[in-house]
């Protein structure tokens, strides 16, 4: 959708993003590696916005999403039991 709707302009997500999420999916499983999108997205977030609306040197910039996901992925695993219980208390599912 994000693509139609740019134009086709250009690539957001190249396939070394999905090597690596392949990569991570093998080592982590399937619930921490969905963990590690989400965080890898939410950090990407958080981080790339503020600084693309505060300066206008970001206004171009191509952020690497690979270094948002290898971030996630490094809490995914050392954090990722507890954040996912946490998340399911908090939901009302555990």
Known sequence: ??????GRSKEYLGFGDVMLMLMIGSFLGPALTMMTILLGSLAGTLIALPLTLASQRFRNYEWPYATFLGSAAIVAALWGP????AYLRWAGLA
């Open 82 to 85: 507890e954040l996912l219980q």
């Open 1 to 6: 959708m994000f693509y139609l709707s740019s």
